[in-house]
């Protein structure tokens, strides 16, 4: 189903259009680093985000809008993407989270600012967290700048709570992570 944003864009949004969530693969990654890069203060290198993708413990997921995968069977036919110049799919955000034992703790999370308050981030945490239960995991965990308002609200939205505050946790600038937790089993 189409997702149809319920805010109203500001003119440097830009409207979202078939909006689904697929596993991470490489040839996302340039787009993945520029999103991290222009996201956060100490951005993940590269050979992290190849490190998760290849390991089984972790999920990695990307949004992407456009045409939706062969499976959803919208697709147009081979020859139809090639005669429209901007069918391919366009990453707009991405999640990563570890699953420990009985827990899924979440590592990044990240949306293109111009497509932020869409919904993207709440459909990536969604997909996060029911791939997570089907592993079996009975918690969900993370750490967020204290700072990191709408990270903050995303998370209480799902339920999470405020567990615990890791005293200047970012090094770089002496900043407190709050650490928050949501029970899933
Ligand atoms: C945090 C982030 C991933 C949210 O992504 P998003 O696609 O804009 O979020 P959504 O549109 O799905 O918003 C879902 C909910 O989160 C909260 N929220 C998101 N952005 C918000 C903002 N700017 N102000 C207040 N609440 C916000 C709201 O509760 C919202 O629900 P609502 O739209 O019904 O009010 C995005 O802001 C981002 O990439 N930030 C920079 C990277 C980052 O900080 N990542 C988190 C690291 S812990």
């Known amino acids: 189903m189409e997702l149809k944003t319920k805010h109203h864009l ?7 259009t078939n909006l689904h969530i697929d596993d991470m693969e490489i040839r996302h990654l340039p787009s993945i680093l520029q999103i991290e890069q222009s996201s956060f203060k100490t951005p993940w290198p590269t050979h992290v985000f190849l490190e998760d993708i290849r390991n089984e413990n972790s999920i990695t997921l990307v949004a992407l809008t456009g045409i939706r995968n062969v499976e959803e069977g919208i697709r147009p036919p081979k020859a139809d993407a090639l005669r429209t110049p901007n069918s391919g799919n366009h990453v707009v955000g991405y999640a990563v989270a570890w699953l420990v034992f009985d827990e899924l703790h979440i590592g990044n999370a990240a949306v293109e600012e111009r497509f932020r308050r869409q919904g993207v981030g709440e459909k990536l945490l969604q997909e996060l967290l029911e791939r997570g239960e089907k592993r079996g995991v009975q918690l ?46």
Request: proline share 4%; no cysteine.
């Open 140 to 185: 969900a965990t993370l750490e967020v700048r204290i700072s990191n308002d709408p990270a903050i609200r995303l998370y209480q939205k799902f339920g999470f709570k405020e567990i615990a505050i890791q005293k200047e946790y970012y090094k770089l600038e002496s900043e407190d992570a709050l650490v928050m937790l949501l029970q899933i089993g």
């Open 10 to 16: 500001t003119n440097t949004q830009s409207p979202i």
